[in-house]
């Protein structure tokens, strides 16, 4: 008997995966929307470079402490992917609220929770306070659609082109870096120069983003009816104690430290990014973050190039090995180069690095999601992608408040808005690279006897 057709089989899934990339688009603009503002944050409000780190790591802090990922996780296998992606949505909306209120001329000139949040920890400014609780709940509503958003591509493109899905995906997310970082500036100092504006419109694309949601869902209810409400990868139901295949497999551990090292050196990095250009090259912020919004432009161009290759002819794990050694060398250029060598050549340097860091941002994520369902059972697949990115959490939240600290720590005699030495973060970030290498080596050395599949293709003839 003929199969019957459904709408993932179709045309259609394209659609479902530009709704939920774009609502993700929305998303990174929002964590870095005040990136490209750190030295006004500075000079403006009174945020030092260890406020900002702080607030940085923030979107972390309910995710890691009170495990609301691994909830979260739980929650997408237990009530299903459209119950998470608009719960997710709706809390990326609250929590930009929350933190467009912090930012607002009323709070700040004594609005109502002002006196109760400055009355503690001083050195902590109100407004930090308040937006770091605001980016705390968004961080929720952020990681959980991450989450999602890797179970919708699984569950409309298994079997199909999955890397290039997900590289897609990735790919157009990460060009929402690219328009906050020439947007942000250019609102904030557009007439009088405010930070809160950049932040107004963010928000509002996020409202979008919660829409997009809404409209997915219809579309996936029609295909888990096409599907008698049961695909293939839920005919078992999920139980609390299957949580144990996930934590019992010392390869899903391999792949979570290998995440939250090359995330940690490149989602924390972009937090303090322009301000390090503008010192090393000696330009304005709003030049910096121009030139740093070419970063996702590798990523854009080439993670759904490695995304095809992958699944028509594999080589996972390789090109795991190869993006964490770029990614190592770009930090070590930004550490040591000296930029001084000439305005024309100290700008084609920064560029070239600024480009292969994106190309390396594209090998990386687009060869660790799509292996995640060839190392765990499909019913835990949720839980498997949330434990991952709680683990990645963890240094996400932490080396934000590192690198600021370290910042402090190594310019002690430098004043606020004058240029810092970068060096010594710069290393940091760098030898997240070397141990993720190595880890990517056993990897596929775990590979190569146990045969997941890592280096095969994704598409089945």
């Given at each position: 008997?003929?199969?019957?057709?459904?709408?993932?089989?179709?045309?259609?899934?394209?659609?479902?995966?530009?709704?939920?990339?774009?609502?993700?688009?929305?998303?990174?603009?929002?964590?870095?929307?005040?990136?490209?503002?750190?030295?006004?944050?500075?000079?403006?409000?009174?945020?030092?470079?260890?406020?900002?780190?702080?607030?940085?790591g923030s979107e972390f802090f309910l995710n890691v402490f009170v495990f609301f990922l691994i909830f979260a996780g739980v929650i997408l296998d237990k009530m299903g992917i459209?119950?998470?992606?608009?719960?997710?949505?709706?809390?990326?909306?609250?929590?930009?609220?929350?933190?467009?209120?912090?930012?607002?001329?009323?709070?700040?000139?004594?609005?109502?929770?002002?006196?109760?949040?400055?009355?503690?920890?001083?050195?902590?400014?109100?407004?930090?306070?308040?937006?770091?609780?605001?980016?705390?709940?968004?961080?929720?509503?952020?990681?959980?659609?991450?989450?999602?958003v890797s179970r919708i591509l699984v569950k409309w493109f298994s079997g199909k082109q999955l890397a290039l899905a997900m590289g897609l995906e990735m790919a157009i997310a990460?060009?929402?870096?690219?328009?906050?970082?020439?947007?942000?500036?250019?609102?904030?100092?557009?007439?009088?120069?405010?930070?809160?504006?950049?932040?107004?419109?963010?928000?509002?694309?996020?409202?979008?983003?919660?829409?997009?949601?809404?409209?997915?869902?219809?579309?996936?209810?029609?295909?888990?009816?096409?599907?008698?409400?049961?695909?293939?990868?839920?005919?078992?139901?999920?139980?609390?104690?299957?949580?144990?295949?996930?934590?019992?497999?010392?390869?899903?551990?391999?792949?979570?430290?290998?995440?939250?090292?090359?995330?940690?050196?490149?989602?924390?990095?972009?937090?303090?990014?322009?301000?390090?250009?503008?010192?090393?090259?000696?330009?304005?912020?709003?030049?910096?973050?121009?030139?740093?919004?070419?970063?996702?432009?590798?990523?854009?161009?080439?993670?759904?190039?490695?995304?095809?290759?992958?699944?028509?002819?594999?080589?996972?794990?390789?090109?795991?090995?190869?993006?964490?050694?770029?990614?190592?060398?770009?930090?070590?250029?930004?550490?040591?180069?000296?930029?001084?060598?000439?305005?024309?050549?100290?700008?084609?340097?920064?560029?070239?690095?600024?480009?292969?860091?994106?190309?390396?941002?594209?090998?990386?994520?687009?060869?660790?999601?799509?292996?995640?369902?060839?190392?765990?059972?499909?019913?835990?697949?949720?839980?498997?992608?949330?434990?991952?990115?709680?683990?990645?959490?963890?240094?996400?939240?932490?080396?934000?408040?590192?690198?600021?600290?370290?910042?402090?720590?190594?310019?002690?005699?430098?004043?606020?808005?004058?240029?810092?030495?970068?060096?010594?973060?710069?290393?940091?970030?760098?030898?997240?690279?070397?141990?993720?290498?190595?880890?990517?080596?056993?990897?596929?050395?775990?590979?190569?006897?146990?045969?997941?599949?890592?280096?095969?293709?994704?598409?089945?003839?």
């Amino acid at each position: 008997m003929k199969q019957q057709t459904t709408l993932k089989d179709g045309f259609m899934r394209w659609p479902v995966l530009f709704l939920v990339s774009l609502t993700m688009f929305f998303a990174y603009m929002f964590v870095d929307v005040l990136s490209p503002l750190k030295t006004m944050l500075e000079t403006e409000i009174n945020w030092s470079s260890t406020t900002f780190g702080t607030y940085a790591g923030s979107e972390f802090f309910l995710n890691v402490f009170v495990f609301f990922l691994i909830f979260a996780g739980v929650i997408l296998d237990k009530m299903g992917i459209r119950f998470t992606a608009i719960l997710s949505g709706t809390l990326m909306v609250i929590g930009a609220g929350i933190k467009l209120y912090a930012l607002s001329e009323y709070f700040r000139s004594g609005g109502f929770g002002y006196e109760f949040l400055n009355s503690f920890i001083p050195s902590f400014p109100a407004t930090a306070k308040l937006a770091s609780v605001g980016f705390a709940i968004f961080g929720c509503g952020c990681e959980m659609g991450g989450v999602t958003v890797s179970r919708i591509l699984v569950k409309w493109f298994s079997g199909k082109q999955l890397a290039l899905a997900m590289g897609l995906e990735m790919a157009i997310a990460r060009l929402g870096v690219f328009a906050v970082f020439q947007l942000s500036p250019r609102l904030a100092n557009l007439g009088d120069p405010s930070i809160m504006r950049p932040v107004f419109v963010v928000s509002l694309l996020l409202c979008i983003g919660l829409i997009f949601y809404i409209l997915y869902s219809i579309l996936d209810k029609k295909l888990d009816e096409q599907l008698g409400e049961a695909s293939a990868d839920e005919e078992e139901p999920f139980r609390l104690s299957d949580l144990r295949l996930i934590a019992g497999s010392s390869v899903f551990w391999i792949v979570a430290l290998l995440c939250v090292l090359f995330y940690s050196a490149i989602f924390p990095f972009q937090k303090f990014s322009t301000e390090m250009i503008a010192n090393n090259l000696g330009v304005t912020t709003e030049v910096a973050a121009s030139i740093f919004s070419i970063f996702p432009m590798g990523a854009l161009f080439m993670t759904p190039i490695i995304g095809g290759i992958l699944d028509y002819y594999g080589k996972g794990a390789t090109m795991l090995m190869a993006g964490s050694i770029m990614m190592a060398g770009c930090h070590l250029v930004f550490a040591f180069y000296p930029f001084v060598l000439g305005e024309t050549v100290s700008y084609v340097v920064m560029i070239a690095t600024i480009v292969v860091l994106g190309v390396s941002f594209s090998l990386v994520p687009a060869s660790l999601w799509p292996s995640v369902p060839k190392l765990i059972d499909g019913k835990v697949l949720g839980s498997a992608y949330s434990a991952i990115f709680w683990v990645q959490n963890v240094g996400l939240l932490l080396v934000p408040m590192l690198i600021g600290a370290v910042l402090e720590a190594t310019n002690s005699s430098i004043q606020a808005g004058q240029p810092m030495d970068y060096k010594y973060a710069m290393v940091i970030f760098s030898s997240f690279g070397v141990i993720a290498f190595f880890l990517a080596f056993i990897l596929k050395t775990v590979d190569r006897k146990k045969g997941y599949g890592l280096e095969l293709p994704n598409v089945k003839k």
